[in-house]
Nanobody
Framework: VQLVESGGGLVQPGGSLRLSCAASGRTFSNYVMGWFRQAPGKDREFVAS????????DYADSVKGRFTISRDNANNAVYLQMNSLKPEDTADYYC?????????????????WGQGTQVTVSS
């Protein structure tokens, strides 16, 4: 499956962004989807994950209550709505697809990755 992220950019602290990830190539609903991020000089970290049906989600503690992951299986897309953004949310954001059961926080569970989209939170 091929993944292409979009929606990144520069936003002020407290602002919002919505990231999108378009999938193609295989049956999108067969995959658990996740969002990860990597800040300069840091390891890639889990942000959010959503099950195949969208009925189950999981969030990193650092984004819980501010970010919302969702998916549209009819249109082969997954989204990350990011509200109340903080400077520490600045990173490259990646969507990823996995065949595991349920949801997963482990990057090794995800076989397919997009190229990333940059998010900068700064005044």
């Amino acid at each position: 499956v091929q993944l292409v992220e979009s929606g990144g950019g520069l936003v002020q602290p407290g602002g919002s962004l919505r990231l999108s990830c378009a999938a193609s190539g295989r049956t999108f609903s067969n995959y658990v989807m996740g969002w990860f991020r990597q800040a300069p000089g840091k390891d890639r970290e889990f942000v959010a994950s959503i099950s195949r049906s969208g009925g189950s989600t999981d969030y990193a503690d650092s984004v819980k209550g501010r970010f919302t992951i969702s998916r549209d299986n009819a249109n082969n897309a997954v989204y990350l709505q990011m509200n109340s953004l903080k400077p520490e949310d600045t990173a490259d954001y990646y969507c990823a697809a996995s065949t595991v059961y349920g949801t997963s926080r482990r990057s090794r569970s995800y076989a397919y990755w997009g190229q990333g989209t940059q998010v900068t939170v700064s005044s």
